[in-house]
């Protein structure tokens, strides 16, 4: 029983609309994904207070998280496209869930970092699986619309963290931040179990790099505690320097070793086909983009005095309007528009609200608008863009090109953190969040770059 998927009850997975319930199964691990990232940015001041730490250390309770998550995505979603992608989800439910317990009871600032990587082995065993299970769930002609019920699922997750992160922060206290994930988990594993499909296609080969792994994982780290050291961790300036030295050397043997190993973590032939490198990259910076502001805002407005909620109330426009958009998008848009015009206007759109949030006195009378018009942007974006690069990949190696898209994913959620905490210790006083809002900008036009590219031919 806990080494073999499960079918679904015969009366359930022969009805039509059984495919609608497996989304929205899915959605249950985007929705306590999205909600545990968001929600933890707001707990930086209370986590500060408690371990007598500054925000380069605080930061590492995000970065560590999303440093392994990185590292495990793309294996587990080898591993899991030969053992079964639903058991696979079904054991991250169960991690995640218990690691959060773990993080809610921890004793110190250093252990919570250490259940905050237990907790992100959960996240990559439900992540990496996530996309494969709604683009193998779905009909074909459905698939936008599925990748788009669980953009939603992981909007309302977002939206729901800052009010709540700062309802929780504000009143319980941060453990409960984490907490709060454990009965959400526990309904989503029984869930899961009942209502998820096997299964169909298996690749048959699990056989991974391990130093490829290592080299991943290394340069990721190099590169972010580089970033974080600049940011003030504490320790020499010339560590920065070498940090991001071995960050580049490091990414460099790792690209080699890929394009001449057996097994390799990233196959390089995946990422040559349909426009899927450019695809990977403008989502990157599309996370980049959507979590910058979630690190920002409540940093603006503890400065001003504002507490945790009022700060968390501002946010929820940011994500609501990405769960708008992302449940709307498919009826409002005009039906000529391919995912590759959607992916390109919803990063115009990026573009367009940050310089609006360039110019506007961030106060919470005006930064919703901007926000807001954020979400949507994001919101028509992300679907579109993961389309785009799930189509390219083929259906054996799904749970493959899932892990990819989350790994992106997982960079530019960890480079949002880091580069925002960066701009604002760089530049200290009423400078610093507007040359946070100015990296954020460089990235959504690099966006826009990247989705006006034409996409090679897949085959």
């Keep these: 029983m806990l080494t073999r998927e499960r079918p679904r009850p015969e009366r359930l997975r022969t009805r039509p609309w059984a495919w609608r319930l497996a989304i929205a199964t899915v959605c249950f691990g985007a929705f306590m994904g999205q909600l545990d990232a968001s929600i933890v940015t707001l707990t930086y001041q209370s986590l500060g207070t408690t371990f007598h730490a500054g925000p380069a250390a605080v930061e590492w309770v995000s970065l560590s998280y999303l440093l392994a998550l990185i590292a495990l995505l793309v294996p587990v979603g080898r591993f899991s496209d030969v053992h079964g992608r639903k058991l696979m989800y079904l054991y991250g439910f169960a991690v995640f869930t218990a690691a959060s317990a773990a993080c809610g009871l921890a004793p110190g600032l250093l252990l919570l970092v250490g259940f905050?990587?237990?907790?992100?082995?959960?996240?990559?065993?439900?992540?990496?699986?996530s996309v494969a299970l709604v683009t193998t769930s779905a009909p074909p002609e459905r698939m936008r619309t599925a990748l788009g019920m669980q953009a939603a699922g992981q909007a309302i997750g977002l939206a729901l963290g800052p009010t709540v992160g700062g309802a929780l922060v504000a009143t319980l206290g941060w453990r409960w931040v984490f907490l709060v994930n454990v009965p959400v988990g526990i309904v989503a594993l029984v869930a899961g179990h009942y209502l998820l499909p096997r299964t169909?296609?298996?690749?048959?080969d699990a056989r991974l790099d391990p130093l490829g792994v290592l080299l991943l994982a290394g340069a990721s780290t190099a590169a972010l505690l580089g970033m974080s050291v600049s940011s003030g961790l504490g320790l020499p300036a010339w560590t920065a320097a070498l940090l991001f030295t071995a960050a580049l050397g490091t990414g460099w043997v790792f690209a080699?070793?890929?394009s001449r190993c057996a097994h390799p973590l990233v196959d390089l032939r995946l990422l040559r086909t349909g426009g899927t490198a450019a695809g990977l990259a403008a989502g990157l910076c599309g996370y980049l983009v959507l979590f910058g502001p979630l690190v920002l805002v409540p940093v603006v407005f503890a400065r001003h005095g504002e507490s945790?909620?009022?700060a968390g109330l501002v946010l929820t426009a940011l994500p609501l309007g990405f769960a708008l958009a992302a449940t709307l998008a498919e009826r409002l848009l005009p039906a000529s528009w391919d995912d590759r015009t959607r992916a390109r206007a919803g990063a115009l759109g990026c573009l367009a609200a940050l310089a609006l949030l360039a110019v506007l006195p961030m106060t919470g009378a005006l930064l919703p608008v901007p926000l807001a018009l954020l979400g949507l942007a994001l919101g028509v974006f992300t679907p579109a863009n993961n389309t785009l690069v799930m189509q390219a990949v083929p259906q054996s190696a799904a749970g493959t090109g899932g892990g990819m898209v989350n790994m992106g994913r997982?960079?530019?959620t960890a480079l949002g953190v880091a580069a925002v905490t960066l701009a604002l210790h760089l530049a200290p006083g009423p400078a610093g969040p507007?040359?946070?809002?100015?990296?954020l900008l460089v990235f959504a036009a690099a966006a826009v770059a990247l989705t006006s590219r034409k996409a090679s031919s897949k085959h």
Excluded at 116 to 129: D, F, Y
């Design 116 to 129: 905050r990587v237990l907790q992100a082995l959960g996240a990559a065993l439900m992540q990496a699986n």
């Design 308 to 310: 945790a909620l009022f």
């Design 256 to 258: 080699r070793r890929q």
């Design 434 to 439: 507007r040359s946070a809002v100015a990296v």
């Design 410 to 412: 997982g960079l530019g």
């Design 200 to 204: 169909r296609q298996r690749s048959g």
